[in-house]
């Protein structure tokens, strides 16, 4: 991860990954949709706002499809056609881009986006709360186990040895 070729691949694996990668998809995305939302609304023009929201979503994988999107926008392509061929956001995303276009309320569509995924990062993050919990539990207690025998055993060692 010290290069930016290794920072590239295991920021797309993070993605990829089977409990938290979803998670960490939807934090992205909850993260891009509010950003790009508030610098719109300050009135950042587009191209300089795929820029800066790119740059903060600390991911390069991502980064990358951003400013791909930015240059899409910047050959005169749609932001929506765009972000579709980018292949990383998700059909809400898509959907609402498509809409706000349409109809000039991309920001605040964006918005409700952005409260929508971080709903459902914090449902994901409770849920995998909940999975981790009976793992940690089994955990400690085999390291209590493996205490109790390291103090018991020789007790017992000794014992045997003294009734000898």
Do not use: C
Request: glycine share 10%; charged share 20%.
């Amino acid at each position: 991860v010290r290069t930016d070729a290794g920072r590239y691949r295991w920021d797309k694996a993070k993605l990829r990954l089977p409990l938290v990668g979803g998670v960490i998809h939807k934090a992205s995305l909850a993260r891009f949709s509010r950003l790009f939302s508030i610098s719109i609304d300050a009135g950042v023009p587009l191209t300089t706002s795929l820029a800066v929201v790119g740059h903060a979503l600390n991911n390069r994988f991502l980064e990358e499809r951003v400013l791909g999107i930015r240059g899409g926008v910047e050959q005169g392509k749609s932001l929506s056609l765009t972000a579709t061929d980018s292949g990383v956001f998700d059909l809400l995303v898509l959907q609402m881009l498509t809409v706000g276009e349409e109809s000039g309320t991309t920001s605040e569509l964006l918005s409700e986006v952005a409260d929508y995924y971080d709903r459902e990062v914090d449902y994901a993050t409770d849920r995998l709360g909940a999975a981790i919990e009976p793992v940690l539990t089994v955990v400690i207690g085999g390291m209590l186990a493996v205490m109790a025998a390291g103090i018991f055993l020789p007790m017992w060692d000794l014992a045997s040895v003294a009734l000898h």
